[in-house]
C-alpha cells in the first residue's frame, strides 16, 4: 500500500493529499500533491537541486489514508466531489470504491447519530477482548464512553455498514454529523 497523506493548506484551508514532507528545520509540514511532477530546476549544473511544488499543511489536520473505503455509491457523491474524483484526484470515472478513508474521518453509529466515532491509528481492545488482547491499526474511537465500552472499535467492521460523514478538522462538517443521519 502506498503512504497517501491528506492536510488543509495554511494558506487557503484546502485540502491537498500526497506524500508527507517535513522540515526538521523549520517544523512545518508540506504535502507534495499527486499529480505535481517533479523536475530539474533551473540549476541544473548544481548536484541535487530539484524543483516541486508542495504545500504546507496544519499539523493537527495531517491524516494517513487507511487504505480503506466507506460504502457510499459513485451516485451518492455530488458533481463537484466526482469532479474532484476524476480530476483532482486522477481516478477512474463510476468506480465503486469512491470515499477514501482517513484519520480524523467521523462515522456515525447508524442507530444513533449523536453517538460516533473518529478514524485514529494506534493500539486498541475492543470490548470482548481477554485482558491480554491488543490490536494495532486503524480504530474508530468513540465519543461516548458508554460505547467505547460496549461497541467494537476495528475499523473495517464499521465501514461495511456506514458512510463518513464529515471530518474533526471542518467545523461545519462537524456540526452537520448530528443532522446529517437523523432521516
Not at 480530476?87 to 470504491?97: A, M, Q, R, S
Amino acid at each position: 500500500m502506498d503512504y497517501k497523506i491528506r492536510g488543509k493548506r495554511v494558506d487557503n484551508g484546502e485540502w491537498v493529499y500526497g506524500c508527507l514532507i517535513i522540515d526538521y528545520i523549520s517544523g512545518k509540514h508540506y504535502i507534495h500533491q499527486y499529480g505535481n511532477s517533479v523536475n530539474e530546476s533551473e540549476k541544473v549544473n548544481q548536484e541535487g537541486c530539484l524543483h516541486f511544488m508542495c504545500f504546507e499543511v496544519y499539523i493537527e489536520c495531517i491524516g494517513q489514508f487507511t487504505g480503506m473505503y466507506d460504502k457510499t455509491a459513485w451516485d451518492d457523491l455530488t458533481i463537484l466531489e466526482q469532479k474532484e474524483w476524476v480530476i483532482d484526484l486522477g481516478n477512474t470515472y463510476g468506480e465503486t470504491k469512491v470515499k477514501e478513508v482517513y484519520e480524523g474521518d467521523i462515522i456515525p453509529y447508524h442507530f444513533d447519530s449523536r453517538i460516533y466515532g473518529v478514524v485514529t491509528y494506534g493500539e486498541y481492545k475492543n470490548p470482548n477482548d481477554d485482558k491480554f488482547s491488543t490490536h494495532v491499526g486503524f480504530y474508530l474511537k468513540w465519543n461516548s464512553e458508554n460505547a467505547d465500552m460496549f461497541f467494537r472499535k476495528d475499523l473495517r467492521y464499521w465501514l461495511s455498514a456506514s458512510k463518513v460523514v464529515g471530518n474533526i478538522h471542518d467545523r461545519k462538517e462537524n456540526e452537520d454529523v448530528a443532522t446529517s443521519n437523523q432521516a
